[in-house]
């Protein structure tokens, strides 16, 4: 059943399906394995699940939790280059259609999408 609603339960379930999809992209993966590790039971990881979380039910609800700079840890992961943001936006996309309904999936991917070209814009990526 997908869910027409956003809370911690689905956003939890929705943020460690995506990085099971991200660590199996060899694109993708690189960048989250020098930084986190490649064991996505690590603490480590652990903790970027909770970050994330709180990120993501910021941005969808308001619920305030998230009080970090979301940007600045991406100017520490290594050359990023938009190949890497579109597969990153795809295995998102694909990820949110698989949990929430078609009007909350598309609110996620937006979100996305905007932050997405923030961060090409602010790393100097050509995005057109
Ligand atoms: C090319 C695409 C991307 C890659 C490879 C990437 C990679 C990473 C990595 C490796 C980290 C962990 C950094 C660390 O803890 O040392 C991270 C953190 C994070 N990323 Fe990304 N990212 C990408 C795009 C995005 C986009 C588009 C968003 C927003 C929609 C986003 C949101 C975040 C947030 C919120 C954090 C946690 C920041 C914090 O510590 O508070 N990322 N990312």
Redesign the pocket.
């Known amino acids: 059943m997908l869910a027409s609603e956003v809370n911690r339960e689905n956003v939890s379930k929705m943020v460690r399906t995506f990085y099971e999809m ?1 660590m199996k992209d060899q694109r ?1 993966n ?3 394995i ?3 590790g490649n064991d996505l039971d690590s603490e ?1 990881w652990q ?2 699940y909770k ?2 979380e ?3 039910l910021l ?1 969808m609800t308001g619920e305030r939790g ?1 009080t ?7 100017l ?3 050359e ?2 938009k190949e ?6 795809e295995l ?1 996309n694909e990820v949110v259609h698989r949990y929430y309904t078609q009007k909350l999936a598309e609110k996620f991917y937006k ?6 070209r923030k ?1 090409m814009q602010w790393l100097h990526i050509e995005s057109t």
């Open positions: 991200i993708v690189v960048y989250f020098m930084a986190l480590e903790e970027h970050i994330l709180d990120f993501w941005l998230y970090r700079d979301a940007f600045s840890p991406h520490d992961v290594g990023l280059d890497t943001f579109e597969r990153w936006l998102f979100r996305a999408e905007v932050l997405s961060f």
